[in-house]
């Protein structure tokens, strides 16, 4: 396969940025996306120049570091995938495809294709845990939960952080992360304690990043490689107004 | 946006029922209307509970309208750098098109204060017989009116579509199956409430009233 690629290249987080096209030849089939962009950079080393910068760690669609925005599609065209595990015969002969980092004012681009979601880490530190005490695990059956919660919570514990919900978000909003991580947490005995002092430090540490306001809009969970379903903003929604009537923290309450 | 959302959704009902009485003649449609300005009374003065209505309306239009905004301009501000490659919508089309959706919507109700409250762009124009206004806004010659009107509802419905789904999320809707549910709620109650509007003009336009 031979591929017209316009990609965006940005030298550091105060260059202004471009799109640069680039011509790639004998693209097989079975390469992943990130091994076509190796491909790619491997030809820019051997001529002098700067290789692409992108996101990627584990390559088996688990850990979310790689994102990128595949021709306006957050990790392209094939749904529940991760652009590493996205492979070339998705694309055809002759194609051109335009690359691009996640955009969203709390994701500032570091260089070309590599954003900083440490947004994202300041939305967990402001809920996103239990407290429980460390130590050897616990006996399974000691807590018992509900199998219908257990699944929900595990459905959405599934979301590995990508990022791909706010840079398809026509808002750029961040509520289906903080959503599937309140949703995680709230659906289980172990984080009752928190429950709804979480909710609101998670909703505010998501706005004070600067991310936009949720529309339900659903772009969202169209694009999450783990299928995140947008109930989970509501399942927050509900959280968000039981603890704003709630004085929970209040001693004698 | 859900609050104030629903309260000019509960109007929208009211309006459409009260409109439909066109059917039942000219002497029914304006005896409503006129009942309209005396509801309450002899506690309110007349036209007395018709201003609370239009005062609490306003509240509920401007504190939407504020919402949105704060929205709209927050979502601007979380996007500073475009994207070069813009992909077509793939969640809901009504989703994507609130904002200007709303913008048609309040020109309209502008103008359709302008035409059947004050009667200022009504040829008619007369207050005691709102029928007559009515028949002669959508006469056959003032197509335009009539197609204007149908331009609104069918924005109005958009709106609806995806506003009442949103509301009901906003409000804590919460399971997977509630949301088909909420969904088909919306999609039923939009259409709904677009034929219930559109009967009238329709109706007009083809001599059923007339």
New interface residues.
């Given amino acids: 396969m031979n591929l017209t690629l316009r990609i965006w290249r940005q030298s550091g987080p105060q260059d202004k940025g471009r799109m640069v096209t680039y011509q790639v030849d004998d693209v097989s089939p079975d390469m992943s996306f990130l091994e076509m962009l190796d491909v790619l950079n491997e030809r820019l080393i051997l001529d002098g120049e700067e290789p692409v910068a992108f996101d990627h760690d584990c390559r088996e669609g688990i850990c979310g570091m790689c994102g990128l925005m595949i021709n306006g599609n957050a990790h392209g065209p094939q749904r529940g995938t991760t652009a590493c595990q996205l492979h070339m015969r998705q694309f055809k002969d002759g194609d051109t495809i335009d690359i691009e980092p996640w955009r969203a004012r709390p994701f500032p681009v570091i260089k070309d294709l590599v954003v900083d979601r440490s947004a994202f880490d300041q939305i967990i530190a402001a809920g996103g845990y239990i407290t429980a005490p460390t130590g050897s695990a616990p006996e399974a059956h000691s807590v018992p939960v509900a199998k219908a919660n257990a699944d929900a919570a595990f459905e959405s514990a599934a979301c590995i952080g990508c990022g791909a919900c706010v840079a398809a978000c026509p808002n750029g909003s961040g509520l289906l992360f903080t959503a599937a991580k309140v949703t995680q947490l709230s659906l289980m005995p172990q984080g009752q304690p928190e429950r709804y002092t979480r909710v609101i430090g998670m909703v505010d540490a998501h706005d004070e990043a600067g991310f936009g306001g949720c529309t339900n809009a659903g772009e969202c969970t169209v694009v999450c490689p783990k299928g995140i379903p947008l109930s989970t903003i509501g399942r927050l929604n509900r959280d968000y107004l039981a603890a704003t009537t709630k004085r929970g923290d209040t001693p004698g309450t | 946006m859900a609050v104030t959302g629903i309260l000019l959704v509960l109007f929208l009902i009211a309006h459409m029922l009260g409109n439909l009485k066109i059917f039942t003649g000219a002497t029914a449609f304006n005896h409503y209307a006129g009942w309209l300005r005396e509801i309450g009374a002899p506690l309110l003065p007349s036209t007395g509970f018709l201003w609370l209505q239009r005062v609490g309306l306003l509240v509920a239009v401007l504190l939407h309208i504020w919402a949105a905004t704060?929205?709209a301009l927050?979502?601007r501000?979380?996007?500073?750098?475009?994207?070069?490659?813009?992909?077509k919508?793939?969640?809901?089309y009504a989703?994507?098109t609130?904002r200007w959706g709303g913008v048609i919507i309040l020109l309209f109700v502008v103008y359709h204060i302008l035409d059947l409250t004050t009667g200022t762009l009504n040829p008619v124009g007369d207050s005691t017989r709102p029928y007559a206004n009515v028949v002669a806004d959508f006469a056959p010659g003032r197509w335009y009116v009539t197609l204007f009107y149908t331009l609104a509802i069918v924005a109005l419905g958009f709106h609806l579509r995806?506003g009442v789904?949103?509301a009901l999320?906003?409000?804590?809707?919460?399971?997977?199956r509630?949301?088909q549910r909420a969904r088909a709620v919306a999609l039923v109650f939009a259409v709904a409430l677009c034929v219930g509007y559109l009967l009238v003009p329709f109706a007009v336009l083809t001599g059923l009233v007339s």
């Fill in positions: 704060v929205l927050r979502a501000a979380a996007r500073p750098v475009r994207y070069a490659h813009r992909k919508i793939q969640g809901s989703a994507r609130m995806h789904f949103s999320r906003s409000l804590g809707q919460q399971t997977p509630g949301e």
